[in-house]
Structure formats: C-alpha cells, structure tokens
C-alpha cells in the first residue's frame, strides 16, 4: 500500500515539475481600433510591437470588431511601442506600459488621410464636482498616443479659459495626446484625434490632488452608453460591509464610516464618475463597472479606470473587449491594509503582497494548458 502512495506522489509531483518547463512568460496586448471621424471599428489595421530599436517584434491585424491581439514570446512586461497602419488613415505610434499577463490598451483611434488640419476643443472639469470648471490650467497636444512628456513631439499649447474651455487649431490630421496641468491636480491626459477640415469635441477631467491617504478612483468613457454606474464594496468597517453606488453615496469624512464618499455621478456620457476613500481599512474592497442605461455596450465604451493616490496617478485600466457578463465589468480588487491593487483572478496590479499571502502567480503554455499556484490561503483561480 505505502508503495502505491509513493508512487502516487511521485507522478503527481513530476506532472507539476513537467508544467514549469514548459512554461512561457510572455505577455498578451489586446484593444479596438476606431476610426476617430465616425468611431466605426476598423478592420485590416495592420498592429505591430517594436523593440527599443524599433524593430518589429510582433505583428497581427484587426478583425471585422476592430479587435487585435498580439501574443508573442518576445513581449515582455515594461514599455512597448506599437504601431497602428492602415491605407487611408495617418500612421498612430504609441508608447505603452505593459505588465504581466493580459494588457488591454485604451480605445485607439486613426484620422482619415486629409491635406486639411483639424481644431481641437473641449472643456476641462474637476473630476470631483459636478461640471465645476478648472480655470487657468495648461494644455499641451503630444504627437502620437501616450506621449506626455517628449518636447519633440509637443506640437499645440494652451490654457483654459474661465468656463474650463481650451481651442487648438491648425492641427494636422493624426493620433494625438491631450495633456492637462493645473497646481492642485494630479496632471491629467487623454488619447484624441484630429480630423482634417473637421472639429472634434472633447470632455477632459483632471482630479484634485489627493490627500495623504486617499484613494481616489476616476471612471470615464464615451458617448455611448450614456450611463455607467460605479459598485465599491467594501470589507467591513465597524462591523458593517458597504456598498457604495449612486442610491448610497456614502460619507466623505476620515472621522465618519465608511469613510468614502461618490463624489460625483454621471448619467449623461463620458463622465467622470469619482469614488474617493479618505481612510482605508483592513480586508478587501471590490470595484465593479455596470451598465444602467443608453445605447451601444460596455465593452465597446471605451471605459477607463484611472486610480490615484497622494503622489499622483498609480495605474490606468481599460474596459477588454469582451466580458463574461456584457453588463458587469469586475474591475479590480483593493487591499486596504496593504495598500495592495489586484485583478479580480488575483494577478499583481499594484503595490506588494496582499492579507491574502503571496501573490496569484499564473504560468501558462502555448498549448494552452495551464498549472496554477494558489495563494496560502487556499484560494485557486
């Protein structure tokens, strides 16, 4: 009997030992591609990652949905340029922070080929408020997606006016990166186009800075659909669990529980919607997205979730392109006492460790079979 059980354990234990070598580190980058003139998905568009010496290390295209994935060995977790080309539309390059497991980047949008320029406005607010104007804040234009910090490729700048208005003109058609700074606020930035002999609209918010302590969590999105609604579930805080969303707005205040407080809800498209924690406790909060009203879906929004703190912003996470429940999107989970960001399967977002032990770490291969180490606790994904 004790033979069996030796050998038992001996097969289990090399089955586990044969997953590891097997195993592929690389990591997966997905997102849509518009066409920033009418926001139709683009299909054909040729994607390509390239390497610090801009050679292509990865290439895919978009299909009918405007859907690419580009899932390669030699994609790694750190910043990745990648390329969006397609006839008739200008070249998009963009500068992307990618970590471990499955990325999806923010919307991306291509201008039509155009011998004209284009304007940019909008209109800048306090992403706490409800359409409080910030007055006298600098915008600066970047060629190119998540470009904020190049000179060279700064093209346009100016500042808001005193309803939080902002002009650029004469802009050539192309993919741009919308920059807003403003003593007091954490420095704010957007993807946008430039359409030729067109003017294109946008609402920009930048978030006040947060106090020592506070978490503060942005949504926005597009057009459609016209209401997106924020879930914060909180672990419990004076013996009582919390669910915070727009019939609970909760209680701003690091004297009074549960000590957050939705500082502002939108119900007519783009947003924000702003959740700010003033004290954070120990156990686990849940940030959840759901659709409530308006045409068109959740994954095709354009959704993104910025998240801030006292030093500025931590990390930003865009809505996949596909969702097991098309109404629901799980977002992430928040660690109090660690101060510790996760996806909902447990995979590091920010910060170190978690109440719950290690980190989930997921190893898998490309014959799609998969070991998995579950936390201390138990817990298996």
């Known amino acids: 009997m004790k033979d069996r059980k030796t050998i038992a354990l001996i097969l289990l234990f090399s089955a586990v030992i044969c997953c590891f070598p097997a195993a592929v580190y690389s990591e997966i980058v997905t997102g849509t591609v518009y066409d920033g003139s009418d926001n139709t998905a683009l299909e054909g568009v040729t994607v390509s990652a390239e390497d610090a010496g801009q050679t292509v290390i990865a290439s895919t295209t978009t299909n009918a949905s405007g859907i690419f994935t580009l899932d390669s060995d030699d994609i790694t977790a750190g910043d990745l340029t990648i390329s969006f080309t397609l006839s008739g539309y200008v070249t998009a390059r963009g500068l992307f922070t990618i970590t471990s497991g499955t990325n999806t980047v923010d919307q991306i949008l291509l201008a039509p080929d155009s011998s004209e320029s284009g304007t940019i406005t909008g209109t800048l607010i306090d992403a706490t408020t409800t359409n409080t104007p910030v007055v006298g804040a600098t915008i600066t234009l ?40 403003q003593n007091g606020f954490s420095d704010a930035y957007i993807n946008v186009v430039s359409i030729g002999g067109q003017t294109t609209t946008y609402e920009h918010s930048i978030s006040p800075t947060a106090a020592e302590g506070e978490i503060r969590i942005v949504l926005t999105w597009g057009e459609n ?13 004076d013996g009582t669990s919390h669910h915070l969303y727009y019939a609970n707005r909760g209680s701003y205040s690091v004297d009074a529980s549960p ?10 498209s783009y947003g924000p919607e702003t959740v700010t ?105």
């Not at 093209?155 to 050539?172: C, M, P, W, Y």
């Not at 000590?259 to 007519?268: E, P």
């Open 142 to 181: 970047y060629t190119g997606i998540n470009h904020t910090e190049d000179a060279n490729v700064t093209t346009h700048t100016t500042t808001t006016a005193a309803d939080g208005a902002f002009t650029l003109t004469d802009v050539e058609a192309g993919s741009y990166t919308l920059l807003a700074v």
């Open 277 to 381: 924690i003033a004290v954070s406790f120990e156990g686990e909060y849940e940030y959840k997205i759901y659709h409530y009203s308006g045409t068109g879906t959740l994954a095709t929004s354009g959704a993104t979730v910025k998240v801030y703190d006292s030093t500025g912003l931590l990390f930003t996470l865009n809505v996949p392109s596909s969702l097991s429940d098309p109404l629901w999107w799980d977002v992430f989970r928040y660690d109090g006492g660690a101060g510790y960001f996760s996806t909902p399967t447990g995979q590091p977002i920010y910060g170190e460790g978690g109440s719950s032990g290690m980190p989930v770490k997921y190893i898998d291969d490309k014959d799609d079979f998969s070991c998995f180490i579950t936390t201390m606790s138990g817990r298996s994904f």
């Open 225 to 237: 659909p016209r209401d997106l609604d924020s879930h914060l579930y909180t672990p419990e805080i």
């Open 259 to 268: 000590n957050i407080s939705l500082d502002r809800d939108d119900v007519t």
